[in-house]
């Protein structure tokens, strides 16, 4: 089967998703036609990641993040040509749309080549989440309703995510995100206690993380000596963690990532949203007890035993006091967040609903049906 992955950008955690789709569907040929930035990640470091030879690239030169006619348009035509003339040469099987800028211009295009039938769409984090006012929210709604229009199944990737597209009157189904648990539970917390009490997180420092409000609890703790905060990773809002407690690591292999993961004390998510965060996944594997804010994806990583949520600085500060405070109670919660990862979100299950899913859209000529 020939598999068509569009994205923008090739960063995050569509690279982990992305990579462990091809990794896990061998048989197949994967063409990732992305986009990239630059300013947060090489894009020559992260084709490093994909070593099997089931895989091959294709720039989509002028995607961009942002809605721009003057952008989006030129993004539209290039893409257009790119998948016609991978349909022409009949290497595409299926067109599996990743993001909110690819699933829009992904499902415009798609249609009007004739094969909106062979279209999956996974947001990865509902676009209307994201936008910083209601205004903005408002216009990501009335395009996604719009995308839907043109065909191809919307596939959520939690339950409260495939719940909020629902609500907007789209249909969804949830296949969840996983992980190869027992490759990261190998990566355990050391028997050595470090000094302090380490509340870490990772992944991109954007605005879609809050770091203002990972600075905002951090720096309340400034005069407390044993608290540090440990961010992993970088990104364009890194000027907004200016607390003198936080440490930003920059970009690291994953295995240190991990390391450094596995010896704090907290893992904590200021998320604005989420569709299934990876870095939250791994960290439950890690036996990791975990803060996270009460928002769609954030909310399906909690069995109501391995950690908290909170809804805003106060609830945060306050419920890292009770945790810094009954250190037993940490290590029940993080063995709680193993269990909870190893039963729920198992990679093979996963990947074996795509490969179920990729099946029916080629084999359906005009409707996709719903996994039971």
């Not at 930003?248 to 998510?269: F, H, M, Q």
């Not at 009460?294 to 890292?320: E, H, P, R």
């Not at 063995?335 to 729920?344: E, T």
């Amino acid at each position: 089967m020939k598999i068509v992955h569009v994205l923008e950008p090739l960063a995050g955690g569509m690279v982990t998703f992305i990579s462990s789709l091809v990794e896990n569907l061998p048989e197949d040929t994967h063409f990732i036609v992305h986009g990239s930035r630059e300013h947060l990640v090489p894009l020559s470091a992260v084709k490093k990641q994909f070593t099997w030879p089931n895989v091959k690239f294709i720039r989509w030169s002028s995607a961009g993040r942002s809605i721009s006619l003057r952008k989006d348009i030129p993004a539209f035509f290039e893409l257009y040509s790119i998948l016609k003339r991978l349909k022409e040469k009949n290497m595409l099987d299926v067109v599996h749309l990743h993001c909110s800028k690819g699933g829009f211009i992904g499902r415009v295009v798609c249609k009007l080549l004739g094969i909106q039938h062979l279209v999956i769409y996974t947001p990865n984090g509902a676009p209307f989440m994201a936008g910083g006012s209601r205004a903005s929210n408002f216009i990501y709604k009335k395009l996604e309703k719009l995308a839907s229009l043109f065909g191809g199944q919307v596939v959520c990737c939690s339950p409260s995510e495939q719940k909020a597209y629902e609500k907007e009157g789209i249909k969804a189904i949830t296949i969840n995100n996983g992980i190869p648990y027992k490759k990261i539970r190998r990566h355990q917390k050391p028997m050595k206690k470090h000094a302090g009490f380490v509340v870490v997180t990772s992944g991109r420092i954007v605005d879609q993380k809050n770091p203002a409000l990972f600075n905002q609890i951090a720096r309340y703790f400034e005069e407390f000596p044993d608290f540090k905060f440990l961010w992993v990773g970088d990104g364009d809002a890194r000027d907004e963690l200016t607390a003198k407690n936080i440490r930003v690591t920059g970009w690291l292999p994953a295995a240190k990532v991990n390391d450094l993961v596995a010896a704090a004390d907290v893992y904590i998510s200021t998320s604005r949203y989420e569709g299934l965060s990876f870095a939250v996944l791994e960290a439950l594997a890690m036996n990791m007890p975990v803060l996270l804010t009460d928002c769609i994806g954030n909310k399906d990583l909690m069995n109501s035993l391995n950690g908290a949520v909170f809804s805003d600085f106060n609830d945060a500060v306050y419920t890292l006091l009770r945790f810094y405070n009954n250190s037993s109670m940490l290590k029940v919660m993080g063995q709680h967040s193993g269990s909870h990862c190893k039963n729920n979100f198992n990679l093979a299950d996963t990947f074996s609903r795509y490969e179920q899913l990729y099946q029916q859209a080629c084999l359906v000529p005009e409707l996709l049906y719903p996994i039971k």
